[in-house]
């Protein structure tokens, strides 16, 4: 592990002080040029997320919510290379990524219809205030697949590599520790480098894919897989937010100018429960969380804006924005009305299907048979 | 009329080769389809002509190959892609069946996906293990996909136009022993609609169903039959999702009887949906149930047992014997 302990990228150390690592020098250059604003902006977002994620969490807690992924401890992981993709970018989110796509410009209560049961998508993503973020993919790793076909769509249509980073578009594709078992991100990489396809292959390590930890998905730092497809990848630590925007920048305008797709490990933590129905006291101990506990991404952000001279001012103004955010995501999700019944017949195809008509007609004569027909 | 006659495989090339022609967001990946135009050369020479952008030699990944073919969708292209043997889809049956199928569900209709899925499949080509199935059955059970298989040279070559027309993905089950017989095909002719079923042969004492290579089969028991004094009504079923139930049951309601058959096992399979259909809709026409002549629900034999496990001529008019016994 030591040798991967001096590649790792990390500009901020827990206590917020900024030390950068030996392998950050060449990244030093794009956090230079973020102004007070956009730090500021990089702990906005961490603290607005993690207040909506802990309300998503309460609400399924009251049965508002048929499941609830949480995304605390990820947050600095996803602010990170949210903000270094470009507006021109498509993201491809596993399903764990309530960060990347509310800044985006997802509304963080689309994401709730999935959950509350609604709906299998929530929203379009050619809707352009969705900021070409794809739907959550639930089956792991599948969308990594997506991601590379789009990503070779771009190259085939010339909409990328013309050297002009503000017009060629690239892929960010999100997936975890668990699912880079999977054979669809093995076959993505192997399509992706085959194509030269824009992608960036952004792996949230959080340590624990559901029960099971990293160590039984890979026995050496999965940043390693890369390699093996001649795709260059950095292991960053993933709880550094100014370490994840300027990797996460740097790789994807590498990728974007033409030359190939590129991969990051990002270190991080799952500090809550893989979702609302685990129970993380059964596989691991209060000890390693309390470890990470330490190394809370929004903690050391706050830490360094403290040392550049932010004041109480400033963090009380986020914490109730914050706060109102949580409590407009509340009002709203009980506010969502269900689906017509009707709904389950809707575009399963794209055109006419006589089976899908012959079924619908038939529940609408069968609600219609009893009194008052619900239908 | 432009009649020309041609191997149902170099119907396809044409079929495809106009595809190319006509839509330049069309394109066609799979396993050496290009230099190599496929092991079947069903997409020869077509990278020579339309270059390795649009006729692309994947890697050897078949969940790749489909995966891919999504996110090329939405980037709005319309991949067809090759599966270079039956046995060989399963790889992808994920990304078929719970990635594809369901897009256009998950997006609320947001976003179609016109992508094609030509799989080869069947037997009769004596070939060794996974070469030989015939798996339909698993996409027609899947809803979002539609699925059709050809029997003819004509309907190689409009029914994969049609396909890639379709804003919805289309498994494109080719029979890979009709791949060699010559045809005619019309190139000036209209197509009759993708999804719709027809009547072969007419006939009046039972009436023989089934789609791909099996129609081969059941036209030449028909002739058989008609030698012995029966009378066979032969329906091609073409499209196996949906289903175009009009010439079956018209067919059915004439003649009273029906025989299903089919090279895939017979265990919840296409020949059962079928049967048990035609039993709702037609009860008061039949004079016998409807019977069913499959694959036997053992994995494909070896080759040189092939012969024991694909219904044939005699195991369908034995069938027959047995619907007019009642």
Known sequence: MTTTETSLVRVLEADGSFAPSPASEQYLPLIDALTDAEFEQFYRDMVIIRAIDTQATNLQRQGQLALWPPSRGQEAAQVGSAHAARRQDTIFPSYREHVVTRIRGVDPVDIIKLMRGLSHGGWDPTDPKNGNTRIYTLVLGSQTLHAAGYGMGLAFDGKTGSGDPERDEAVVVYYGDGASSQGDVHEAMVFAASYDAPVLFFLQNNHWAISVPVETQSKVPLVGRGAGYGIPSVRVDGNDVLASYAVSRALLDESRAGLGPRAIEAVTYRMGAHTTSDDPTKYRGSDEEQRWAQRDPIARMRAFLLGRGAGEAFFAGVDAEAADAAEDLRARTVDLPPPGRGAIFDHVYSEPHPLIAEQKAWLEHYEASFEGGTL | ?326
């Open chain 2, 1 to 326: 009329m432009t009649l020309e006659t041609m191997p149902f495989s170099k119907a396809l090339n044409a079929g495809l080769r106009k595809a190319l022609e006509d839509d330049p967001r069309v394109l066609l990946m799979g396993e050496d389809i290009g230099k190599l135009g496929g092991v079947f050369r069903v997409t020869e020479s077509l990278q020579r002509d339309f270059g390795d952008r649009r006729v692309l030699d994947t890697p050897l990944a078949e969940s790749g190959i489909v995966g891919t073919a999504i996110g090329l969708a939405m980037a709005g292209f319309r991949p067809v892609c090759e599966i270079q043997f039956d046995g060989f889809v399963f790889p992808a049956f994920d990304q078929i069946t719970s990635q594809l199928a369901k897009m256009t569900n998950r997006h609320e209709g947001a976003l179609s996906m016109p992508i094609v899925i030509r799989i080869p499949y069947g037997g009769h080509i004596g070939a060794v293990e996974h070469h030989q199935e015939s798996p339909e059955a698993y996409f027609t059970h899947t809803p979002g996909l539609r699925v059709v298989s050809p029997s003819t040279p004509n309907d190689a070559y409009w029914m994969i136009q049609e396909a890639i027309a379709s804003n919805d993905p289309v498994i494109f089950m080719e029979p890979k022993s009709r791949y060699w017989p010559k045809g005619e095909v019309d190139l000036s002719g209209s197509a009759l609609p993708l999804h719709s079923s027809r009547i072969v042969r007419r006939g009046t004492d039972v009436t023989l169903v089934g789609h791909g290579a099996m129609v081969t089969t059941l036209l030449q028991a028909a002739a058989l039959a008609e030698a012995e004094g029966t009378s066979c009504e032969v329906v091609d079923v073409r499209s196996l999702s949906p289903l175009d139930y009009g010439p079956i049951l018209d067919s059915v309601r004439s003649t009273g009887r029906m025989v299903y058959a089919q090279e895939a096992p017979g265990f919840t399979s296409l020949g059962s949906e079928i049967a048990a259909t035609v039993q709702e809709r037609a009860f008061y026409a039949l004079e016998a149930p409807v019977l069913r002549v499959s694959g036997f629900d053992t994995p494909f034999p070896p080759a040189k047992l092939e012969g024991v496990y694909l219904p044939d001529a005699d195991r369908i008019l034995e069938a027959v014997d047995r619907s007019l016994a009642y």
